[in-house]
Nanobody, 121 residues
């Protein structure tokens, strides 16, 4: 079994910062890409940022320069540092990881349960 557990969400004023964490645990052989997505009420889930196992990053245009994704491979953890937050960043943030489980062939996508980020104006 594999679990992704997010933490770090909360309520913050516009212009503030939050740091999200997502730790993967369980029968993990290896983790390839990891990433963050978000879903606001009434909208589709959208990409925030991704990071490869080698550290290459990709960001949605609206997050570039404000958000930073990083990972600690030894801890199977991905982070999202969010600065200069705006009310439109309010959403549930989900982490994602492409994982190969111990004893399994192939990689599969796993998702966390989501953490709420609310930015007040």
């Amino acid at each position: 079994q594999v679990q992704l557990v997010e933490s770090g969400g909360g309520l913050v004023q516009a212009g503030g910062s939050l740091r999200l964490s997502c730790a993967a645990s369980g029968s993990i052989f290896s983790i390839n890409g990891m990433g963050w997505y978000r879903q606001a009420p009434g909208l589709q889930r959208e990409l925030v940022a991704t990071i490869t196992s080698g550290g290459s990053t990709n960001y949605a245009d609206s997050m570039k320069g404000r958000f930073t994704i990083s990972r600690d491979n030894a801890k199977n953890t991905v982070y999202l540092q969010m600065n200069r937050l705006k009310p439109e960043d309010t959403a549930v943030y989900y982490c994602n990881a492409r994982i190969r489980r111990t004893g399994w062939l192939g990689e599969y996508d796993y998702w966390g349960q989501g953490t709420q980020v609310t930015v007040s104006s």
